[in-house]
């Protein structure tokens, strides 16, 4: 079993989004990603037939790609890995990212 | 895609845990538990290679089973679905439980 509090994953890096590894295993990886206001996860994909959840902790942004729309805290996005997608920053912003199965 | 705003399901129910789907695919399960205090998800497991993630979005309880331990808003257990696991909510609490792959 993995226990993680995000509390512990607060960090922003002024130069670029801050990103951890959470948790890593065949069925499922965890990403965290702290976004300063303006900074982004530019929009790519992967030819694979996993999901991708983006799921906003904190703050407010844009979700990029092709399901373009606002994101906020509490909003999450789940589509195939192989559809672009991305996220930019408004206002700080914590992400976090689950790719299911690994790719 | 399918986009999921947790606000939409923020609903509670005085006689058993608030349980909605909120996506389906056969990589993933998202699922929305909402609890009144006192109110808890029982300890159980299913013989699968499948990983479970319980996540508390808000308030405070205890983790149950093999892992027990205290739950509280952003704290995450990630484990193999065939560990006993459950959630017992001493607080109003909201839970997103994922599921990878479905079983």
């Known amino acids: 079993m993995k226990f993680i509090d995000l ?30 206001p303006g900074q982004e996860l530019p929009v790519h994909c992967h030819e694979s037939d996993s999901d991708v959840t983006l799921m906003v902790l904190e703050g407010e942004g844009e979700f990029l790609g092709t399901h373009a729309m606002p994101a906020r805290a509490g909003t999450l996005q789940v589509m195939p890995v192989c559809d672009p997608h991305g996220l930019k920053a408004t ?13």
């Open 91 to 103: 206002t700080r912003l914590r992400l976090l990212v689950f790719i299911t199965p690994t790719l």
């Open 7 to 36: 509390k512990e994953f607060a960090k922003f890096d002024p130069n670029k989004p801050h990103r951890e590894l959470l948790y890593d295993s065949p069925n499922l990886r965890v990403l965290s990603f702290n976004f300063e």
